[in-house]
């Protein structure tokens, strides 16, 4: 089977171009957005503020372009089975471990960063993923789990700024794609 790539964009499946620019403004107050424009606008000089609105919902697009992998993969490392499966790779062999029906919770706090002349704002969000996976086989060897060899995952997925949602998405089953390598590996234990 070949060897697929999965973001955390796609899992929020996102709306092309990113979140409309009024989203960014979730959880400020209304006096901060405003003293933020005008010190903006004159950083500027006349060019529109629409633009750099835009590329702040880009810039946080690409920061979600993230193996969601991984991060199940730190979650898997404490699961007393795969402890087992690493004491037995130790001698070199790949062991493949069947999961359990389970549930993994991960937070991320990407952020996209503005500098406008000396302007300065970063705008931190918050990633939940509820992530509910069954049929996992996970690879392991010299103890690290090294990859994903069949599973599904569904779930759901929200976006906030300062506690404030922006963005909720279910997550319909999806195939894990085929086999995944999970580069140099993520130690057990």
């Given at each position: 089977?070949?060897?697929?790539?999965?973001?955390?964009?796609?899992?929020?499946?996102?709306?092309?171009?990113?979140?409309?620019?009024?989203?960014?403004?979730?959880?400020?107050?209304?006096?901060?957005?405003?003293?933020?424009?005008?010190?903006?606008?004159?950083?500027?000089?006349?060019?529109?503020?629409?633009?750099?609105?835009?590329?702040?919902c880009e810039k946080f697009s690409d920061a979600l372009e993230i193996d969601p992998i991984n991060l199940l993969a730190e979650a898997w490392g404490k699961f007393?089975?795969?402890?087992?499966?690493?004491?037995?790779?130790?001698?070199?062999?790949?062991?493949?471990?069947?999961?359990?029906?389970?549930?993994?919770?991960?937070?991320?706090?990407?952020?996209?960063?503005?500098?406008?002349?000396?302007?300065?704002?970063?705008?931190?969000?918050?990633?939940?993923?509820?992530?509910?996976?069954?049929?996992?086989?996970?690879?392991?060897?010299?103890?690290?789990?090294?990859?994903?060899?069949?599973?599904?995952?569904?779930?759901?997925?929200?976006?906030?700024?300062?506690?404030?949602?922006?963005?909720?998405?279910?997550?319909?089953?999806?195939?894990?794609?085929?086999?995944?390598?999970?580069?140099?590996?993520?130690?057990?234990?």
């Amino acid at each position: 089977m070949p060897e697929g790539t999965l973001t955390v964009r796609q899992l929020l499946e996102l709306p092309a171009g990113g979140f409309p620019a009024d989203v960014l403004r979730a959880g400020i107050p209304d006096a901060e957005v405003d003293a933020f424009r005008k010190e903006v606008t004159s950083a500027l000089q006349g060019m529109p503020l629409s633009g750099l609105e835009t590329a702040i919902c880009e810039k946080f697009s690409d920061a979600l372009e993230i193996d969601p992998i991984n991060l199940l993969a730190e979650a898997w490392g404490k699961f007393s089975t795969l402890s087992d499966a690493a004491k037995q790779s130790k001698s070199g062999e790949t062991v493949l471990v069947p999961l359990a029906e389970h549930t993994v919770k991960s937070e991320l706090h990407p952020y996209v960063e503005i500098q406008v002349g000396a302007v300065k704002k970063r705008i931190e969000f918050t990633v939940t993923l509820t992530l509910k996976l069954k049929g996992v086989v996970v690879k392991v060897a010299s103890e690290e789990i090294r990859g994903i060899e069949a599973g599904t995952c569904e779930g759901s997925a929200e976006v906030s700024i300062k506690e404030q949602s922006i963005w909720k998405h279910d997550i319909k089953p999806i195939a894990l794609p085929g086999k995944i390598k999970i580069g140099a590996g993520i130690r057990i234990g």
